[in-house]
Nanobody
Framework: VQLQASGGGLVQAGGSLRLSCAASGRTFSAYASGWFRQAPGKEREFVAARNWNGFSTVYKDSVKGRFIISKDNAKNTIYLQMDSLKPEDTAVYYC???????????????????WGQGTLVTVSS
């Protein structure tokens, strides 16, 4: 399984970006997914997660109401819509996928088995 993240870039505070994570090697309609981020000099942290069918989502408190995680099964792609971006959202963003069918949401990195390569998001003030 390979995950290819894209969509990062430079945006002004208050702007929006949509990150994509395309999966190959497996149809992931039955697997939970998540997004994490790592800012310079900091540890990787949880951002958002979605259970296998989308009925349950979890968000980091600081992104609630601004970010939305979604999935398009037909395109085998995970998305992270990010609105009202703030300078503190600046980080490399990673998508992740669990290797367990009908899996639930997870907020810990060790729960995920497959990772994308990361895409850089820079928010200027």
């Amino acid at each position: 399984v390979q995950l290819q993240a894209s969509g990062g870039g430079l945006v002004q505070a208050g702007g929006s970006l949509r990150l994509s994570c395309a999966a190959s090697g497996r149809t992931f309609s039955a697997y939970a997914s998540g997004w994490f981020r790592q800012a310079p000099g900091k540890e990787r942290e949880f951002v958002a997660a979605r259970n296998w069918n989308g009925f349950s989502t979890v968000y980091k408190d600081s992104v609630k109401g601004r970010f939305i995680i979604s999935k398009d099964n037909a395109k085998n792609t995970i998305y992270l819509q990010m609105d009202s971006l703030k300078p503190e959202d600046t980080a490399v963003y990673y998508c992740a996928l669990k290797d367990l069918r009908f899996s639930q949401t997870g907020t810990r990195a060790e729960e995920y088995d497959y990772w994308g390569q990361g895409t850089l998001v820079t928010v200027s003030s």
